[in-house]
């Protein structure tokens, strides 16, 4: 079946642009993740959603990250006024619960490059 | 101190040669283990949960010493296509998988 999507593959911005970055995961997921990958470093959790609701934003780095999910589906993860920092691979997963050994499949990932 | 320490690598061996990789967490409440490869620009994918009493999935084992909190994967008969980074992945949170990463060790295997 269809995995974890995510739109754009490749996103270019100036510095002080927002951008949004969007995700589809797996059907009947309802369990939700994002992740960020800097160059050279671990993946770093930012938020993860149960259904609508997110129980834990405590990852995202400042208030200019924000996200939401709805429909229990596709989530969308914005950047406001964004930094040459924020440059990285931002990574969606979904699992079907929110169990301990649920397993998390990961979308192929959207590379943001802020100039 | 990063959360999930792994030796960054890279390893190279020849095929057919057996590797092991250790990784380090610090925190002593984590509730579950995994480990996950990483292709070149690719997403991570689940490779094996690893279990209190060791695991083993082919060519793959996997321990856990929760005491030492210290786990490790050992890849025995390297194939080239084993050839990708190695995440050691633990979940730090009861209520759902927060997961830390560590940041892999590369493994290059050679004809």
């Known amino acids: 079946g269809a995995g974890v999507s995510q739109s754009p593959s490749n996103k270019v911005t100036e510095k002080g642009k927002d951008v949004e970055l969007r995700c589809d995961p797996i059907s009947g997921h309802t369990a939700l993740y994002w992740y960020r990958q800097s160059l050279g470093q671990g993946l770093e959790f930012l938020i993860y959603?149960?259904?609508?609701?997110?129980?834990?934003k405590s990852g995202l780095p400042s208030d200019r990250f924000s996200a939401e999910r709805t429909g229990g589906s596709v989530s969308t993860l914005t950047i406001q006024r964004t930094q040459q920092e924020d440059s990285a691979v931002y990574l969606c997963a979904s699992s079907l619960g929110p169990g301990l050994m649920d397993t998390q499949y990961f979308g192929p990932g959207t590379r943001l490059t802020v100039l | 101190r990063k959360e999930v320490e792994q030796d960054p690598g890279p390893f190279n061996v020849p095929e057919g040669a057996t590797v092991a990789f250790n990784c380090t967490y610090s925190n002593s409440a984590s509730q579950s283990f995994f480990w996950y490869r990483q292709d070149c620009r690719k997403e991570p994918k689940l490779l094996m949960s690893?279990?209190?009493s060791g695991n083993e999935d082919g060519r793959f084992t996997a321990q856990l010493n929760r005491a030492s909190q210290y786990i490790s994967l050992l890849i025995r008969d390297s194939k080239l296509s084993d050839s990708a980074t190695y995440l050691c992945v633990v979940n730090t949170n009861t209520g759902f998988q927060k997961l830390v990463f560590g940041t892999g060790t590369r493994l290059l295997v050679s004809p």
């Open positions: 959603f149960q259904g609508n609701s997110a129980p834990d």
């Open positions: 690893v279990y209190s």
